[in-house]
Nanobody
């Protein structure tokens, strides 16, 4: 079982920045990728960004050039730096960790961007 602790959400004005963090407890399995998803009210959960153990990244088109995902493998922590935030980025952001056999989700952190 992997426990995920997220932090860093909040309220920010459009154009502002936030940094999300997600720390994963020690796992018996190697972590394949760590990522962030988000779910806006009335919409399906969608991928924001993910990063593999080797450092390869993948971003949703809507956040490319504005968001940066990074990880600290030694601390099993993933970060999401969000710049130039827009009102449409408002959502609950969820951390996700894949260990191969299992996938784990954080409790979610609210990001609200005011116009």
């Amino acid at each position: 079982q992997v426990q995920l602790v997220e932090s860093g959400g909040g309220l920010v004005q459009a154009g502002g920045s936030l940094r999300l963090s997600c720390a994963a407890s020690r796992s018996s399995f190697s972590i394949n990728y760590m990522g962030w998803f988000r779910q806006a009210r009335g919409k399906q959960r969608e991928l924001v960004a993910l990063i593999t153990s080797g450092g390869n990244t993948n971003y949703a088109d809507s956040v490319k050039g504005r968001f940066t995902i990074s990880r600290d493998n030694a601390k099993n922590t993933v970060f999401l730096q969000m710049n130039s935030l827009k009102p449409e980025d408002t959502a609950i952001y969820y951390c996700n960790v894949d260990t191969g056999p299992y996938s784990y989700w954080g409790q979610g952190t609210q990001v609200t961007v005011s116009s």
